[in-house]
């Protein structure tokens, strides 16, 4: 069955970076787009960014010019360097992928900004 486990999560200062890691397991991880999505407290889920098993890239306006979504089709592992962060950016962060007929989900991880 389909896996997806995030890691690199934590707390940073407002203007700092993290990596975020997914490893995925159970499916051709090399066949598949995959995205990160995240939620903050009391808001919806929310489309962060996307990369196509072509490595095509597509960003939220809210992160566009400060996240870069990649992945390592090797280590079956997507990752979302986030940099300039905000207080705005404090969220669950989900690592997804949508295999028809239906979008798996990580357990998501924490990341906070705040001095």
């Known amino acids: 069955q389909v896996q997806l486990v995030e890691s690199g999560g934590g707390l940073v200062q407002p203007g700092g970076s993290l990596r975020l890691s997914c490893k995925a397991s159970g499916f051709t991880f090399s066949n598949y787009h995959m995205s990160w999505y995240r939620q903050a407290p009391g808001k919806e889920r929310e489309y962060v960014a996307r990369i196509t098993s072509i490595r095509a890239t597509n960003y939220a306006d809210s992160v566009k010019g400060r996240f870069a979504i990649s992945r390592d089709n090797a280590k079956n592992t997507v990752y979302l360097q986030m940099n300039s962060l905000k207080p705005e950016d404090t969220a669950v962060y989900y690592c997804?992928?949508?295999?028809?007929?239906?979008?798996?989900w990580g357990q998501g991880i924490q990341v906070t900004v705040s001095s």
């Open positions: 997804s992928t949508y295999i028809s007929p239906q979008r798996s």
